[in-house]
């Protein structure tokens, strides 16, 4: 068994009705198999464990300690950094959580999960400069075709109007998640990896040739940008330059991702271990 098997364990099913017998393998597994190769491979692997159940959106407990137990790495190895050792001992575990929060984060992507709207920032909808135009009469224009039409001279109202452009803000529909709060991390190769390769298509006579996508690298969804760490480390702890974050910062929190799915494996290992025969 994999940790992808395991998933079904913790969502309620409905009883499955099937003409097939059930299986009656002396080295069939149980459930009560099951649970303890779980429980097993979280007292062994608990880092990569929580890590691929948070993930997953089984437990959002799991999430918190796959994040506090990355932080509790990072402050373990920052100190080979020398920009982040120089780190002031008040404000080093701030930023390590920081950086173990959006690098868990990105560890969790995938093409069929979402974020928050950036445009909107989780409203549905923003404040939109409107300009829209007024007519108006003056009273003295209002007189003077009530002397016209008196006299019966051809009055014509649009001559005696004056417009105005009016700018107004309005609350509009964010054009971006369409009002739905929330954005697809999905690439524009709607997930695929893959897109169709133009030249070879021609080449084939038609006969649809695709390449690995250029934007996700065959991934199906776009990571969260290094950019946004920094921006977040910047407004809320202290100021990193731009040229600091990419010779220090970045290289750091590329680790923490790698160190996520490092610690994943492991527990796939763990559990695969603990259900063979």
């Not at 080295?27 to 880092?47: K, V």
Request: proline letters at 4%; aromatic letters at 8%; one cysteine or more.
């Amino acid at each position: 068994m994999n940790l992808e098997g395991i998933v079904k364990y913790h969502f309620p099913k409905s009883t499955g009705i099937s003409d097939s017998p059930r299986a009656t393998s002396p080295d069939a597994m149980t459930g009560t198999d099951n649970m303890a190769a779980m429980g097993m491979t979280q007292s062994r692997a608990a880092f990569g464990y929580s890590a691929f159940l948070g993930k997953m959106g089984v437990s959002k407990h799991d999430s918190e300690r796959a994040i506090n137990l990355l932080t509790d790495h990072a402050l373990r190895t920052c100190d080979r950094v020398p920009a982040l050792r120089k780190l002031e001992s008040d404000i080093k575990p701030s930023v390590m959580q920081i950086l173990a929060i959006y690098a868990y984060a990105d560890y969790s992507r995938s093409a069929e999960s979402s974020r928050e709207c950036d445009c909107c920032g989780g409203a549905g909808f923003i404040d939109a400069e409107v300009f829209t135009m007024k007519t108006s009469t003056p009273v003295a224009a209002l007189e003077i075709m009530k002397k016209s039409k008196e006299w019966g001279l051809k009055v014509i109202p649009s001559e005696y109007e004056r417009r105005r452009e009016v700018r107004d803000v309005q609350r509009v529909l964010c054009h971006k998640c369409k009002g739905k709060r929330v954005i697809s991390n999905a690439c524009q190769c709607n997930g695929k990896g893959v897109v169709v390769d133009r030249e070879k298509t021609m080449l084939q006579g038609g006969i649809p040739a695709y390449k690995t996508c250029s934007r996700c690298n065959g991934r199906g969804y776009s990571r969260l940008l290094p950019e946004t760490v920094r921006h977040a480390i910047c407004e809320n702890i202290i100021d990193v330059p731009e040229t600091t974050w990419r010779r220090a910062y970045k290289e750091f929190y590329e680790s923490l991702v790698s160190e996520l799915i490092k610690q994943e494996e492991y527990a796939n290992r763990m559990l695969s271990k603990a259900t063979e025969w």
